[in-house]
């Protein structure tokens, strides 16, 4: 009895014990998991663009509550550019190395931390510095969102997934105006960073939850020479950028600034180009469609934020609409966005990249054209306005999606974390040529405006509205430019295939 009844304990030690699988685990044996991971890169992403639109709002409040110059508030927003683009690259080279989960959470917390601090900031300067450390959060935020997001969607779900991700982050536009002014108005200003913070510890623990752990690859030494060389570079030049209106671009700081950020460059390229493992792989850009894609990416971007510089003055300026109602009617722009690049990013599969960018760019290039002719005039109907700035929305939601899909198809596997934060840092180049290049505009069309004959001025109108009417010609230009750059993509072999039918798509 008692050997039966050891060879039975022995039998059954045996026997293969039950593996615990853990949560994430049997999250990801979920099909719709590659969602899971598209929903926590756009939490990351909403946060980013609410801070960034929120914040512009603000500024005029700032210089009240701080008794300063308007232009020294303007670096509340400057800092975290600046800080965001200098350190974009060093970050991404580094989360390919050490892997993206673990860095993608610190840029969370470093952000929603940052958040707190610039809440009870008493000074200017402590806002500022406090706004550097937000923007070392978004570059980190920037460096992984969209190389997890790719590597999870795969190929089939990249244009919705993309779709998606820019939706959150022309909901993240849309919210900023409207919920700041808000906010501002009932709370203070303090309030614009308090709202990111719950956003932030859901962000963190979902992230935590939901991502895929990844340990890098740790090979190679950190190229120290490029991390010195570029953020210096990539500081002057979008200090040049942002500047420009105040300095002029014939001013020897500006062309300063330029020269010395144009040098610096160059001395970076030699040196990626001789580094054994480089900070930013110069291989990206051997690929033409990928070159040209970032560059689209940037121009539409200085196309959106070219515009809601030009009519944030047209309303505030010109009609003298309130902060609250200028916000609400700008926010039309962002929503229409946020419809149109889903659905946009859902239709690459079945009509191809290069039709979906092109048309687009015909419908701002028409909204642009119906706001010049008809909604800025002294007697304006509003709700045609306000279409015709949905109208420019939708156009750029239906090329922003498209593009950054192909751009993104365009980069070689093995480098999609170097081409995400490439796409990251064109989108915030994008931002400084929009505004820079607006408000350059704008103060020259006032001055022609000024200086005109009476006879001139009956021409132009309300000296405001006719400025930005006439300041419409920069965004025609980079329409074009987008447009060129589709063009020559399509050119090339292998790019934008032949649509697919409706069931290859579903199979």
Known sequence: MEEQLKLSKEDRADVPRPVAISFHDRLAQRPAYPWYIVGVTCIGSFMGQFDASV??????????????RETLTSWVALAYLLSFSASLPVFGWLCEQYGRKQLYLLGMAAFLIASILCSLATSLPQLIAFRVLQGLGGALLGANSISILVRAAGKERRGRAMGIFSAAQAIGVSLGP??????????????????????????????WLILPRDEGKESGQFDWQGALLLPPALLCIVLALNQAADWGVVSAPFIGAIAAGIVLLALFVLQERRAASPLVDLKLFRSEAFSLGIVAVLISYAMLYG???????????????????AGLRLAAIPIAIGI?????????????????????????????LALSLVALEPSPSRLFGILALAAF??????FMAPNNSATMGAAPQALSGEAGAMLNLARMLGVSLGVASSASMLAWRMKVIEDAHSADV??????????????????FLFALIATAATLWRRRLPGEDPAPRAASDEKA
């Not at 409207?178 to 992230?207: E, Q, Y």
């Open 55 to 68: 914040v512009q709002l603000a500024l005029p409040h700032l210089a009240q509550v701080f008794q300063v």
């Open 178 to 207: 409207i919920v700041g002014g808000l906010l501002i108005g009932w709370l203070g200003w303090r309030s614009i960073f308090w709202i990111t913070a719950p956003v932030g510890v859901i962000g963190v623990l979902l992230g």
């Open 307 to 325: 515009m809601f510089y030009l009519i944030s003055f047209a309303l505030v300026r010109g009609f003298h609409d309130g902060p609250e109602i």
């Open 340 to 368: 149109a690049a889903p659905i946009a990013g859902s239709l690459v599969n079945r009509l191809g990249s290069t039709t979906l960018n092109l048309a687009g760019m015909a419908l701002c290039a028409a909204a642009l």
């Open 393 to 398: 929305g939708a156009g750029l939601g239906m």
């Open 458 to 475: 009956a021409f132009y109108g309300h000296p405001i509205l006719g400025a930005v009417e006439t300041s419409f010609v920069l965004l």
